[in-house]
């Protein structure tokens, strides 16, 4: 039988029951008030803390996760599955990585895609870990953090760096990023590559002085005006690329710091271009520099050569036909006449002067200037030639088929001018089938075939692509233009002929010129007129500024049977003229003089006697053109120095043709 509680253990049950309850009481409070505490500070979380049961069913979540999902309390009361919140999508990987959480794992930084009340979505990431009670997993509970911010920024900076990347790879300047303290190339783009003739695999990695783009003092001057001004702006620098051609370029920089280094960011602007265009009008200025000496040369030499031939056929005149004197002054007169063929290439040359097509025996011209340039080449180079002189007839200029002689001969003397060498002149004619136009641009048939090989240094075939370029040439500063070959090609093509070259390193070059031939035969050899030379007695008013001319040419006409009234000032052969228009059948005068030049004084003469016939003489046609002169109503036109015969037929011509409209 149990023994009865006394009193006492009565009492003390009862204390000990109370004391139990207010125990259970103040833990049930505190368990409350750590509670409202949990769910303040959850509440004053920006992030979303949420509790959930194994099947997904939220318990508890904070007021930040109301209001971004747009779902009220009582949605929450009614139940609400943390799985349904999420895209379709996500759902199953999401039950997933919930059982492996219930199972102990801890998840962090599980990104999904989370689905609002009104469709809308926006990413999330989550942070979870189970939920014990009594050693049991009952349910999890984590932090979901929205990354809509996060991505947003990201997606900035990645458009940003897009931007960048696109300006820094399209920009059509070079770029390229540095380390500052050794100059090591961390970035360039596609135009740097396409200037240093480096890919971008050679470049990354290696420093600027290891490349060799420039020297150690223009890279110390470099950084000492970026380190003074903060930046470099429009420094120019020598820039040696891969093949080791120097670039010009002009230097824009800034300091920037990446991932905690310091470097360089510079933009080269090439400065190639504008130094070729530069040169070019420097170019263009010495041209029309030339070109106005030119006009001067012409005037002036032709001025003094009139003289030499007219004398000189006024004292053969004298000496018998077969007399040696005689036949020493008439090459006197072929040299001058040859002299007046080289103002024309002065002329012509400086553009002053255009080009005729004729009829024309290039081997004469050949011949002539291989005779020319030997006196000019060195005795360690032989020039051996093999010349058909019965080569048939092209249309071209002998002063521009002498010029193309001259411009090859004068790059094989480059090529051989050290080691000595032959230079070797053929010229034939050939038959060209379509099989034998492989590589010109002609059509078949017959063409005159001149070609001029050295056995100079040679040159590679990327020199040998481009070596009719302009302004192209692999010659030393001053010693070649690059203009040479160039005006060969574009001579050639002009005919409607074309220019081949084979050439290897040390084993010389040949040039092959076709040209084509006509079907007439023109003999364009010198002959020497039997015609007996026309006379007259008529009055002719002679006007030149030159003394020596105008001497010289009244003892002709005076020889010729004219009566002649000479003049060396237009002011005071316009007063003989007007003092009496009608004794004068004819005036002859010069075209440049000073107080007024002639073709003013033809007008001011015509003006008072209209009929006057009127020759005009000139040592530079450019002044006066013969068109613009007809024009005018100048009945002659004679070009300084002219032949005996040129002048005497002229006047005659003029004056009977005065005649007959009379």
Known sequence: M?????????????????????????????????????????????????????????????????????????????????????????????????????????????????????????????HSNPIIRENKPVGLRGIMIDLSEQKRSEESLRESEFRFRSLFDLSPQAIALTELESGTLINVNAKFCEITKYSMEELIGRSTAEMGFYSKSDRGHFIKELQTNGEVRGLEMDFRAKDDLVVKALMFARPVNIAGKSCIITVFLDLTEQKFLESQLRQAHRMEAIGTLAGGIAHDFNNILFPIVGFTEIAMDDLPEDSTARKSLNQVIKNAMRAKDLVLQILTFSRQHDYELKPLKVQLVVKEALSLIRSSLPATIEIRQKIDKHCGTVMADPTQIHQIIMNLCTNAYHAMAETGGTLEVILSEVELTADGLTGLDMDPGAYLCLKMGDTGHG?????????????????????GTGLGLAVVHGIVKSYGGDIRVSSEPDKGAVFTIYLPLIKEVFDTSETVTDEKLPTGHEQILLVDDEKQIVFMEKQILEYLGYQVTARTCSIEALATFREQPLKYDLVITDMIMPNMTGDKLSVELMNIRPDIPVILCTGFSEKMPKERANAMGIHGFLMKPMALYDLAKTVRDVLDNQNKNQ
């Open 2 to 126: 149990a023994k009865k509680a006394t009193y006492e253990e009565l009492k003390q049950k009862v204390k000990e029951l109370k004391k139990e309850a207010l125990y259970r009481k103040r833990a049930e409070q505190a368990l409350q008030e750590s509670e409202e505490k949990y769910k303040e500070l959850a509440n004053s979380l920006p992030q979303i803390v949420f509790e959930m049961d194994k099947k997904g069913n939220l318990t508890f979540a904070n007021h930040n996760a109301f209001e971004l999902f747009g779902y009220r309390q009582n949605n929450f009361n009614t139940g609400l599955n943390a799985l349904e919140m999420l895209i379709p999508q996500d759902r199953e990987s999401a039950l997933e990585n919930m059982q492996r959480v219930l199972n102990g794992a801890v998840l962090s930084g599980v990104e999904y895609t989370a689905l609002r009340k009104d469709g809308s979505t926006f990413p999330v990431t989550i």
């Open 459 to 479: 040159m590679d075939q990327a020199v040998v692509e481009r070596i009719f370029e302009p302004y192209f040439t692999t010659k030393e500063k001053g010693k």
